[in-house]
């Protein structure tokens, strides 16, 4: 008789089963599997189908910034070749003021008007800072050539064009108190940054004080606009993007044919080519899921 049964007893394979943090089973190897291993497989379960549509809309907010950001650097380029003076900057800033606050009163049901008297004291104060500041932003750089301005500056643009918060996400309707994000605070103080070194170039307090009220306005008070505007009316927001978009196009065109090509050019790569790009990639997406996932661990803290 066999040694190994005279005991009466069979030593036989425990089954093998799925440890998560138990450590080895005795009698299989670490990275042992058997055949029921895959059968939880799950293929693609988060990959979200978008829609091309969907996607080229999402992408107008991004070409309607740009346009923006464009408009700003022609009033900077006008205002240093002397085509707008004092005067006419105060004018533009005045009217772009109140077409704001129109807009807000518009389509923010919920702007009160303590709401909109706070706004108003906050700007006063602001403006009248900015008044006083002119003269030291107007030498600030001084020294520093032409040249190293313009090329300083249209880094600092193309930083906050980079890191802008294109989703809204940010923004800060009235009465919402939100933590702006890293990237939008670095966006933001970059545009000022800009705004500054481009208003140290011009030659008296008033035209410091107007351009930069200017910038800030666009900078600051723009995405709070067009974010309301979208809230309140998709079509309404793809009408404003359109009359925009052309009169951006139009204005450059005028001032240099090459850059209106370049600016339409990356227009219609944002608008349409990158829509279709990420419809296609989305194709080769390819997500698995199964027993070897790790275990997500909730907590539930009562007191």
């Keep these: 008789m066999d040694s190994s049964t005279s005991g009466g007893s069979y030593h036989t394979q ?91 009163l518009f389509t923010e049901g919920s702007l009160s008007l303590s709401l909109l008297l706070h706004y108003i004291l906050n700007i006063s104060y602001f403006t009248t800072g900015l008044y006083v500041l002119a003269p030291i932003y107007q030498t600030l750089t001084r020294s520093i050539s032409s040249d190293s301005i313009w090329a300083l500056s249209v880094s600092l643009i193309i930083l906050h064009l980079f890191l802008h918060d294109y989703s809204g996400s940010t923004v800060r309707a009235p009465g919402d108190v939100k933590n702006p994000s890293l990237t939008s605070c670095i966006s933001l103080n970059a545009s000022i940054v800009a705004s500054v070194l481009i208003a140290s170039r011009l030659p008296s307090r008033s035209h410091v004080f107007a351009i930069m009220l200017f910038s800030l306005q666009v900078f600051l008070f723009a995405p709070l606009v067009f974010y309301s505007i979208k809230k309140f009316s998709l079509h309404l927001h793809l009408l404003f993007s359109f009359c925009l978009v052309t009169i951006t196009l139009v204005y450059v065109y005028f001032l240099h044919q090459l850059f209106f090509i370049l600016l339409a050019s990356l227009l219609i790569f944002v608008t349409i080519v990158c829509p279709y790009w990420l419809i296609r990639i989305q194709e080769f997406k390819f997500e698995i899921n199964g027993p070897w996932d790790e275990a997500k661990l909730c907590f539930d803290i009562r007191d």
């Design 14 to 104: 425990p089954k093998w089963r799925k440890v998560a943090y138990g450590g080895m089973q005795p009698g299989f190897d670490d990275n042992h599997t058997d055949e029921s291993f895959l059968e939880d497989i799950v293929m693609n379960a988060n990959v979200v189908k978008r829609d091309i549509l969907k996607v080229m809309l999402d992408s107008v907010s991004i070409s309607e910034y740009l346009c923006i950001v464009t408009l700003v650097g022609l009033v900077w380029t006008y205002t240093l070749r002397s085509t707008l003076d004092e005067n006419s900057l105060l004018f533009l800033d005045i009217g772009l003021l109140g077409s704001g606050f129109l807009i807000l």
